[in-house]
């Protein structure tokens, strides 16, 4: 998905560094290493929030129709911080990921801002590409950027286990 620049309010919002990207690691699993090379993708729920039909502004910037969502600028203010969680966490694949009563899979990192505790939390799914190189032992995988936001409460997960294991069982098609 490719995300244009959004002008609001007379203020362009640049958007490039959503674009598509990947990312390369290896884990092993009984002394075989896997190099696992992930294509990271970012939905529009990573910069807007939903509204209900009837109650737009003329302010708003519609992101998409169906369902109907507008350009949050608070939301937009976190994605640097969203993209350089995402890029530690490829990096670091011992980092523990959560899988949510949803099916999918969640981030969070706690930080303080104006003296209030924040959690931002992002939420993704992992899968194996369409496409494989079909050498060796290289593997690719799709990761969905699913939604990114502050959340007041903690998340609801059902187990943790660090992004690598995730990959490897992606792979194995017993996610």
Same mark, same amino acid.
């Given at each position: 998905?490719?995300?244009?620049?959004?002008?609001?309010?007379?203020?362009?919002?640049?958007?490039?560094?959503?674009?598509?990207?990947?990312?390369s690691?290896d884990?092993?699993?009984?002394n075989?290493?896997?190099?696992?090379?992930?294509?990271?993708?970012y939905?529009?729920?990573?910069y807007?929030?939903?509204?209900?039909?009837?109650?737009?502004?003329?302010?708003?910037?519609?992101?998409? /129709?169906? =369902?109907?969502?507008?350009?949050? =600028?608070?939301r937009?203010?976190?994605?640097?911080?969203?993209?350089?969680?995402?890029?530690?966490?490829?990096? /670091?694949?011992?980092?523990r990921?959560?899988?949510?009563? /949803?099916?999918?899979?969640?981030?969070?990192?706690?930080y303080?801002?104006?003296?209030?505790?924040n959690?931002y939390?992002?939420?993704?799914?992992?899968? =194996?590409?369409?496409? #494989? =190189?079909g050498?060796?032992?290289?593997?690719?995988?799709?990761?969905?950027?699913?939604?990114?936001?502050?959340?007041?409460?903690?998340?609801?997960?059902?187990?943790?286990?660090?992004?690598? /294991?995730?990959?490897?069982?992606?792979?194995?098609?017993? #996610?």
């Open positions: 998905m490719e995300h244009r620049d959004i002008t609001h309010m007379g203020q362009l919002y640049s958007l490039s560094h959503l674009a598509q990207r990947s990312y690691f884990w092993t699993v009984d075989v290493t896997t190099t696992y090379t992930a294509w990271v993708r939905s529009n729920h990573c807007s929030e939903s509204v209900g039909i009837g109650v737009l502004t003329a302010d708003d910037v519609v992101v998409s /129709k169906n =369902p109907l969502r507008t350009f949050c =600028p608070i937009f203010g976190e994605t640097p911080r969203l993209v350089g969680l995402v890029a530690d966490m490829m990096a /670091k694949p011992t980092t990921v959560a899988r949510t009563s /949803k099916g999918n899979y969640s981030v969070y990192q706690l303080v801002k104006d003296g209030e505790q959690r939390c992002v939420f993704f799914t992992v899968k =194996p590409s369409l496409s #494989q =190189p050498v060796g032992h290289e593997y690719f995988l799709d990761v969905h950027i699913e939604s990114a936001y502050l959340k007041d409460q903690r998340v609801g997960t059902v187990s943790q286990s660090p992004l690598g /294991k995730i990959a490897h069982l992606a792979r194995m098609g017993a #996610q």
